[in-house]
């Protein structure tokens, strides 16, 4: 059979040859599923691709909480020693009667490490959330070594006293002079806060 002499037609398809029909069942199937894919599957395939990765997504996010929780004896432990560890942090600062008995003890120090001193001025506190600040403006005059000595002494004081803005000029001989801000700190009472 020649494929001019078939009548296209398509009211005419049940006299086509099998070749042809079988053909145009096939074309007609592809473009049938194809129209399925194209409309239907590929938005359920982005929806899945979205399912998936909200599921690693929320699979991290379990892990890191079963983690958390597998460590939260660990962690309250860990808080109870940090507690702990604050409240001898705070019994460290003095209240409002200790500060002048910290004054004198700082003052020791520098005497005590053989250094003169030249000033010795507290200054008015700063408060701040829960503690305040009383700094000290200081200017000795002695050795390097008795610096050292002093700052040493500072620092085994049961109290808490930090020198910041220090400063070492050279003066006659082996002597310098130091001038800094030793700030000391004390916890502030319920009615002060």
Do not use: C
Not at 84 to 104: D, H, R, S, W, Y
């Amino acid at each position: 059979m020649n494929i001019n002499e078939i009548n296209w037609d398509f009211n005419e398809a049940g006299n086509w040859p099998i070749a042809i029909k079988a053909a145009a069942i096939v074309l007609a199937t592809a473009v049938l599923i194809g129209g399925w894919i194209y409309y239907d599957t590929l938005d359920q395939i982005d929806v899945l691709e979205g399912a998936k990765n909200k599921e690693l997504a929320l699979k991290t996010t379990f892990e890191k909480k079963q983690q958390k929780a597998a460590n939260l004896d660990a962690y309250k432990k860990q808080l109870a020693e940090m507690k702990e560890q604050f409240g001898a942090m705070l019994q460290q600062l003095p209240n409002k009667t200790e500060v002048a008995g910290l004054l004198i003890d700082v003052s020791q120090a520098g005497l005590a490490s053989g250094l003169e001193f030249t000033l010795f001025q507290p200054l008015a506190e700063n408060k701040k959330d829960f503690y305040a600040e009383k700094p000290i403006k200081i200017n000795v005059v002695g050795t390097y070594h008795e610096f050292g000595n002093f700052v040493s002494n500072l620092a085994a004081l049961p109290r808490i006293v930090t020198l910041h803005n220090v400063s070492l000029v050279p003066t006659t001989g082996d002597q310098m002079s130091m001038s800094a801000l030793a700030k000391t700190y004390r916890y502030l009472d319920e009615d002060e806060k």
